[in-house]
């Protein structure tokens, strides 16, 4: 008998404050219309000083716990994705692990940037259909806020903070039909967030501690690369663009995932857009917007649903599953 992975509970949380093109453009010389015109964002959630990726993945966890009935005790697995961990070390799935209060099953972070949670859907995936688990807790956190220059008005206006969490469950009824993941490390240069503690002679020596990115060259690979994940995911599967009910990608910029929907010459009405509110919430932003789309109905059992991200690395992913 198939053992497939099935999304048994979705959660989210976004911190109270939020920040508009308007606040930001006291600060910096921007505007709300150019921001809206060149990215589609309006605003963006950014976390309260007490708020951290773990307390905030706390939240969206619980939810995603009780939206699939399951004790936190009943886990077998949490990954956690995030490129702002509360610590270097341990991970911040281990502090996930003590904030719900379970002991023993293993726990352990991806970092992969905004394509953090495809990966740690991929990985999770690949562990209950090997049998190796069968109830997994996955999370995409990010207080991105602390990485950003604020003085800079080509990346501050992207940015946001949040957390989504979908609680993964072994089953014969079909879920995860096929995960796909990659990398080039070749653009390293063009996306990057600098470690002050560990850069050494020889590994640029960069003392900035906020993203450095080169957004027009990131634009374009990310829309040529996403284009050509697209095919590979519904050719694996056998599957026709008019097959995928919805599509939930990364969040990054209006006008990639335009490209993207077009790309599957499907409606937007059938893609889950949430980057108008939220910005870039990096790692969080495909769990927070399926979450989204569950919670208001928009997204129903038995619809097959093609998520997809794009981000630092470049690492890049997609999942394709029955709802
Ligand atoms: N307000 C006004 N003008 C601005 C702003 C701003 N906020 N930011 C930049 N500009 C100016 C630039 O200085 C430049 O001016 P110049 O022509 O006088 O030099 C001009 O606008 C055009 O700049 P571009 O960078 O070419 O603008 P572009 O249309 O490419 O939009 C953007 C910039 C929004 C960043 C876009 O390139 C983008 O979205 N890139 C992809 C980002 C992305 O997907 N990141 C991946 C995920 S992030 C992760 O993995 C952590």
């Known amino acids: 008998m198939s053992r497939y992975s099935r999304i048994a509970g979705t959660g989210g949380y976004l911190p109270k404050q939020v920040v508009t093109n308007d606040d930001l453009a006291k600060r910096v010389e921007t505007s709300d219309d150019w921001i809206i015109e060149r990215t589609g964002i309006r605003r963006r959630h950014i976390a309260a000083p007490e708020e951290t990726a773990s307390s905030m993945a706390e939240i969206a966890a619980r939810q995603a716990l009780e939206a699939a009935a399951m004790d936190p005790g009943a886990l077998d697995l949490i990954i956690l994705a995030t490129s702002s961990p509360d610590r270097v070390f341990p991970s911040t799935a281990c502090l996930l692990q003590q904030r719900l209060g379970v002991r023993s099953c293993a726990a352990f972070d991806v970092q992969a940037a905004c394509s953090g949670f495809i990966f740690a859907l991929s990985i ?15 999370v995409g956190t990010e207080v991105n806020s602390r990485s950003v220059d604020w003085d800079d008005r080509s990346t501050c206006i992207l940015f946001g903070d949040g957390a989504g969490a979908v609680v993964l469950e072994a089953s014969s009824e079909l879920g995860i039909m096929s995960t796909h993941i990659h990398s080039d490390g070749h653009y390293q240069d063009l996306l990057y967030l600098p470690n002050p503690a560990s850069n050494g002679e020889g590994s640029g ?109 470049f690492a890049w992913g997609s999942a394709l599953l029955r709802y």
């Open 124 to 138: 999770a995936d690949q562990y209950i259909s090997a049998g190796n688990a069968s109830r997994v807790l996955v």
């Open 205 to 313: 020596n960069d003392e900035s501690r906020t993203i450095r990115m080169q957004g027009s060259e990131v634009f374009k690979v990310a829309v040529n690369t996403l284009g050509r994940i697209v095919d590979e995911t519904l050719e694996q599967n056998g599957l026709q663009k008019s097959d995928v009910d919805w599509l939930v990608p990364h969040q990054a910029n209006i006008r990639i995932i335009t490209a993207t929907a077009k790309k599957l010459q499907l409606p937007m009405e059938r893609v889950v857009v949430t980057v108008d509110e939220q910005g870039n919430t990096s790692s969080a932003s495909i769990p927070l917007a399926f979450d989204e789309a569950v919670r208001d109905g928009r997204i129903k059992r038995g619809q097959t649903v093609l998520m997809e991200a794009f981000g630092g690395g």
